[in-house]
């Protein structure tokens, strides 16, 4: 299992927790795997998602570390959302 992706997730724990997100997502990080966020928070896996943001681990790591704006890096073509957009909205604003 993939040192960044354990990291990632438990990044994203600490922002889940101070969020009222109530969906499913998947981040799908180019050559290292996937990280499923739901209502009993963040985790490696690969499970089905309401929506699946995919980009490469520079693209994530700069969106997790709050250097890059989600909303940005799918403007720019670094980011790919497949699925519910609107979720992708409510977990760009966990992400902010």
């Known amino acids: 299992m993939s040192e960044f992706l354990e990291k990632a997730a438990a990044e994203l724990n600490t922002k889940l927790a ?10 799908d990080v180019a050559g290292e795997g996937t ?12 499970d ?5 943001l995919s980009a490469d681990a520079d693209t994530f ?3 997790f570390e709050g250097e890059m704006n989600p909303t940005s890096a799918f ?4 980011l790919s959302v497949d699925g519910d957009m609107g979720m992708a909205m ?3 604003a966990v992400l902010a």
């Not at 101070?18 to 981040?27: E, H, P, V, W, Y």
């Not at 403007?75 to 670094?78: H, V």
């Open 61 to 63: 790591q700069s969106i």
């Open 35 to 46: 990280i499923m966020l739901d209502g009993e928070g963040a985790r490696v896996g690969d």
């Open 75 to 78: 403007m720019t073509g670094k």
């Open 90 to 92: 409510k977990l760009a």
């Open 18 to 27: 101070a969020s009222d997100f109530d969906g499913t997502a998947k981040f």
């Open 48 to 52: 089905e998602a309401e929506v699946t």
